[in-house]
């Protein structure tokens, strides 16, 4: 019997050694397709329009989003435009929501009085000095005054302008959430104010209360070192109160600090919002390196734009070179900088330098803009 349990323990032993010792299938993985990279925290920047004057024959190239179907509808009736228009201004009603603060309490009431609301003036007249957009104006209060001072003056005349001029739906809601964040760094002698904020934004349809894909705006993030130099946020503290240097407790200099912030964030969503939503239009001529373009200022051309000129014949687009562009109100005339190297190129600056170049309804020409120009960065932002 013993002899038996040993010769039966035996072998399950070997049966389970013979298992352990036969390699595991191996699973097959497809080929790795992304790359893995870490998730950035850094400030956001503004996106700026490289000048055309920097750029190489590789850069002529036309960017994305533009849109040149149906050009020829384009009317520019502010309260009339056909909807084939790809220049249609959509009208938009800006609505700062979600206020989230995170910070300690003696910065807690100093972040949350940034009043949304002042943010959402502050992009109002950013966004509507672009002229691609109509925008509803949520400052009721300034409207209201106003009204009421023209009707004690003539109120006949206000009352007939009121049931003439309706006030206008928006097409889209521009919704932004901010969320502030306030944070102090000790060193060995001295501590750093800190202070942060994130805007996230999206585009909602009101009607159907869809999230829409475009403009995507995404996150912005700001942080006080970029609108504040180190030394100035720099204070001292004895026994664990505030002594000198920069006062955190004081509302008015944390405000201060935010409300620059702000105005940076806004600063970058404009220049974002330059690069989704392009300028375009159709050139009418060319001579030598000059060129017409049919539309200016009306259909938001911006002063020095940068813009792609390029061929679109067959459904085809073929870049023919970089352009600089200054806008009168309902036209605009620019200079091509460099032209593409390649054949069609060569051929149209060939025909434009011996009088002027014409296109024709078998091949039309266009421009479209690459972002926010830089003069429009320096002097209006």
């Known amino acids: ?103 300690e309490k003696a910065e807690q009431q100093a972040l949350a009085a940034v009043n949304n609301q ?29 009204i009421e001072k023209q009707l004690a003056n003539n109120a006949a005349a206000t009352a007939q302008k009121l049931s003439t001029n309706r006030a206008i739906n928006p097409d889209y809601i521009l919704k932004v959430d901010t969320l502030k964040t306030a944070d102090r760094f000790y060193g060995e002698y001295n501590g750093v104010a800190q202070y942060f904020l994130e805007m996230t934004a999206s585009v909602l349809d009101p009607f159907t209360q869809e999230k829409l894909a475009s ?18 946020l720099v204070f001292t503290e004895v026994s664990g109160r505030y002594y000198t240097g920069f006062n955190y407790q004081d509302q008015q200099n944390v405000q201060a600090v935010m409300s620059d912030m702000a105005s940076r964030g ?13 300028a375009s239009g159709e050139v009418m001529g060319i001579k030598g390196n000059q060129i017409s373009i049919d539309r200016g200022q009306n259909a938001g051309i911006l002063p020095k734009e940068t813009m792609i000129v390029f061929v679109y014949e067959a459904g085809f687009v073929d870049p023919i070179g970089v352009a600089e562009v200054n806008p009168s109100k309902t036209s605009a005339n620019g200079r091509i900088v460099q032209w593409k190297n390649s054949k069609l190129a060569q051929k149209i600056q060939q025909q434009s330098n011996d009088g002027i170049f014409r296109p024709n309804s078998n091949q039309k020409i266009y421009v479209v803009s690459v972002g926010a120009p830089q003069e429009y960065v320096d002097n209006r932002l």
């Open 215 to 232: 403009p995507n705006i995404g996150k912005i993030r700001v942080e006080s070192k970029e609108v504040r130099s180190h030394d100035e």
């Open 118 to 146: 002042q943010i959402e003036l502050m992009l109002e007249n950013m966004v509507a000095g672009l002229n691609r957009f109509r925008i509803i104006t949520q400052d009721d209060k300034t409207i209201q005054q106003e």
């Open 266 to 278: 806004l600063s970058v969503m404009v220049t974002r919002l330059l690069s989704e939503l392009p």
């Open 1 to 103: 019997m013993n002899t038996f349990k040993l010769a039966l323990t035996t072998s399950i032993t070997l049966l389970l050694s013979a298992c352990g010792s036969t390699p595991k299938a191996k699973i097959e993985y497809p080929s790795q397709q992304t790359n893995q990279q870490a998730v950035s925290t850094n400030p956001s920047e503004m996106q700026v329009a490289k000048s055309a004057f920097a750029f190489n024959d590789a850069d002529i190239q036309v960017p994305a989003y533009f849109d040149t179907q149906g050009l020829k509808y384009c009317t520019f009736e502010r309260n009339n435009e056909d909807e084939r228009c790809p220049l249609k201004k959509p009208t938009i009603r800006v609505y700062f929501d979600k206020n989230t603060v995170q910070a």
